[in-house]
């Protein structure tokens, strides 16, 4: 998943929020937060898709912390959370949308240095029913 690349006296944590120190440890939670962008795609008017973010401590320390997303997407499950060093959470957001226009929204990560990633979806129009004589 990440990787360590050593650089002229460094070490660099591929995929992770920061750089380190060679001989350094996090000493605090840090959050690292899976996908960086969640596209639901086209989804019709008034009908709901969901998908998920994997939270991950990557410090030492218990993360604690809460997702919050705007409408007319929801944090419907894992939300809050309180994470040891290395353990991993799922939080499923879902999207419902309420207009034409497509939606993008923040959600805000709390707790070891925060998180931001974005959501994104389209509504599509309802197949109409054809109907014949």
């Known amino acids: 998943m990440?990787?360590?690349?050593?650089?002229?006296?460094?070490?660099l944590l591929?995929?992770?929020?920061?750089?380190?120190e060679?001989?350094?440890?996090?000493?605090?939670?840090?959050?690292?937060v899976q996908p960086m962008v969640l596209n639901f795609g086209r989804v019709p008017t008034n009908a709901t898709a969901t998908a998920t973010f994997v939270v991950e401590?990557?410090?030492?320390?218990?993360?604690?912390?809460?997702?919050?997303v705007p409408a007319p997407f929801k944090v419907t499950a894992g939300g809050n959370y309180s994470l040891k060093a290395n353990e991993a959470?799922?939080?499923?957001?879902?999207?419902?949308?309420?207009?034409?226009?497509?939606?993008?929204?923040?959600?805000?990560?709390?707790?070891?240095g925060g998180a931001k990633t974005t959501v994104t979806g389209t509504p599509a129009p309802v197949p109409r029913k054809l109907f014949t004589r």
């Open 2 to 11: 990440n990787k360590l690349l050593a650089v002229a006296g460094s070490v």
């Open 14 to 20: 591929l995929g992770a929020p920061c750089i380190v």
């Open 22 to 32: 060679a001989g350094t440890m996090f000493t605090n939670p840090v959050i690292y």
């Open 57 to 68: 401590n990557m410090g030492i320390g218990i993360l604690l912390g809460r997702a919050s």
């Open 89 to 112: 959470q799922m939080v499923t957001v879902t999207y419902t949308p309420r207009s034409a226009e497509p939606d993008s929204q923040t959600v805000k990560f709390t707790g070891g």
